[in-house]
């Protein structure tokens, strides 16, 4: 389902999960896919992983669960969402300096002639008064490669790896006969555990982050007060969990059925696909 529109279809995900070159590098000597690729034989293991989850219905052993935690901190950081977040704030810092480099003519000579000498320019020609109309009139665009936008990702996921294995984890088991968990195109949520509004971390006490595993199961992992390992969950739960997952979608929730559950109002009710 398309959040924004309200309309309902069905298609292979494959036709909504994917973004094109969104791992793409130029390394001299490599070839455009071969993070893709490199990421592939990780992505493989994690998937038996979970699948075996689905299927044991258990909490899994260290060596899956620790491929699971990495497939989640890597979804939780390198997502195009959270690429253009992060773009966005890049170039608000860029036109900054842009502007501050412009603010003053001793300040422009100064780093035109560092530049120049450490070869980032050709020359040093340029003038002041043009290069001040340039940058005022924002007659550029500034852009970022994906192979730098990985980079960074990493770094960050290096740093969230180990805040994710801090929290106590549990499975969750939907009801037998009752709403299936849905999915959306930003699986991972984060909120605070006491229902306050403002910005949420993963480091942050009182939050719970939850990621379905499969329309039966999904992870859940909090500081403190910890679930048992697995968890029957209620439909009230379950639709709760979906609310989350719709409310931290961009653009697509999945589900497979033609109707999914959330709570509205007190209650829950079902939305349904035509």
């Known amino acids: 389902m398309d959040v924004k529109t309200g309309?309902?279809?069905?298609?292979?995900?494959?036709?909504?999960?994917?973004?094109?070159?969104f791992n793409r590098i130029d390394i001299d000597g490599q070839p455009l896919d071969a993070l893709e690729t490199?990421?592939?034989?990780f992505e493989s293991e994690a998937i038996d992983a979970v699948r075996k989850v689905l299927t044991n219905l258990e909490f899994p052993e260290a060596k899956d669960f620790n491929l699971i935690l990495n497939l989640v901190g890597l979804i939780a950081v390198r997502n195009p969402r959270a690429r253009n977040t992060f773009n966005q704030a890049r170039t608000r810092s860029l036109k900054m300096i842009a502007d501050i480099l412009v603010s003053d003519r001793c300040i422009f000579e100064s780093h035109m002639r560092k530049a120049s000498k450490d070869g980032y320019i050709p020359n040093a020609d340029v003038s002041f008064e043009d290069l001040k109309k340039f940058v005022e009139n924002e007659r550029y665009t500034i852009e970022f490669h994906p192979q730098g936008?990985?980079?960074?990702?990493?770094?960050?996921f290096d740093k969230l790896l180990p805040v994710?294995?801090?929290r106590r984890w549990s499975i969750l088991l939907t009801p037998p006969t009752g709403p299936e968990f849905i999915c959306s195109d930003h699986p991972v949520t984060l909120i605070h555990k006491n229902g306050s509004k403002g910005p949420v971390g993963f480091g942050l006490k009182q939050t719970e982050v939850f990621i379905p595993l499969g329309p039966d199961v999904g992870l859940y992992g909090t500081f403190e007060d910890p679930l048992p390992r697995v968890v029957n969950v209620t439909d009230k739960e379950v639709a709760e969990i979906n609310?989350?997952?719709?409310a931290n979608a961009e653009?697509?929730?999945f589900s497979r059925l033609k109707s999914f559950s959330i709570?509205?109002?007190g209650s829950i009710r079902e939305i349904e696909c035509y």
């Open 38 to 41: 490199s990421l592939a034989s």
């Open 149 to 156: 936008n990985s980079n960074i990702e990493f770094e960050v």
């Open 164 to 166: 994710l294995a801090q």
């Open 243 to 246: 609310t989350r997952l719709v």
């Open 263 to 265: 709570w509205y109002e």
């Open 251 to 253: 653009r697509y929730v």
């Open 7 to 21: 309309n309902c279809f069905s298609t292979a995900p494959k036709n909504v999960g994917l973004e094109r070159d």
